[in-house]
């Protein structure tokens, strides 16, 4: 008898849905989750990188390109005679090319400069809350099973730090003075100083 080697059933959509994992310290109103539908219908994905032909400007995945370094090649895969309903008028990747196989989504688009700014606004909004327990709880999951050489300096680490500090902070006269403002588009809201 001979060794049989069968490749995985890749899951269909709604398995996916499914198989979130259980322990994602990432969660998610039924308000946010609205607005980040409607941000995805109006802009389309904006989690790679998104360039604007119209203006010649970036507008999502700045601080990913920095990341990147100088060994890059953008491959189109997907050009449009006429942008879809997002702007799109073409998508590929942004290939490393000291390792051929990480790809990273990339996407240009024709919109408008108003249009390129609420982008990059809804790039940033959508993404949900952190379960602070859940997160404290994988950080000492991952310290355990890596002798503490796993959690220096990494994302869980810092966004547990960052929220920790961020809930200790005391309200101040300034904080009172900021204004809310409201993206007409997605109807995510920020405030800043007048």
Same mark, same amino acid.
């Given at each position: ?36 539908? #409607?941000?995805? =219908?109006?802009? +389309? $994905?904006?989690?790679?990188? &998104? ?6 400007? *970036? ?62 606004? #809804?790039?940033? =909004?959508?993404? +949900? $809350?952190?379960?602070?327990? &859940? ?6 999951? *991952? ?52």
């Amino acid at each position: 008898m001979g060794i049989f080697n069968r490749k995985p059933k890749d899951p269909t959509f709604g398995e996916l849905l499914e198989r979130g994992h259980p322990k994602n310290p990432r969660t998610i109103t039924q308000d946010q989750l609205d607005r980040l539908r #409607a941000s995805m =219908a109006r802009y +389309g $994905d904006l989690s790679g990188v &998104v360039y604007n032909r119209r203006t010649g400007h *970036v507008c999502c995945g700045h601080q990913r390109l920095k990341a990147m370094g100088e060994h890059t090649a953008i491959e189109l895969v997907h050009q449009y005679e006429q942008p879809d309903d997002t702007g799109t008028v073409a998508t590929g990747w942004i290939i490393d090319t000291t390792r051929e196989a990480t790809r990273y989504p990339y996407r240009v688009v024709e919109v408008t400069e108003p249009t390129e700014v609420e982008m990059m606004i #809804a790039a940033n =909004a959508h993404g +949900g $809350d952190w379960n602070l327990d &859940v997160l404290q709880h994988q950080l000492e999951a *991952v310290k355990a099973a890596t002798a503490g050489e796993g959690t220096k300096g990494s994302a869980l680490e810092r966004q547990l730090k960052a929220h920790a500090k961020k809930d200790q902070r005391p309200e101040t006269a300034s904080d009172a003075t900021r204004m809310v403002h409201k993206c007409p588009a997605c109807g995510h809201q920020w405030s800043a100083k007048p």
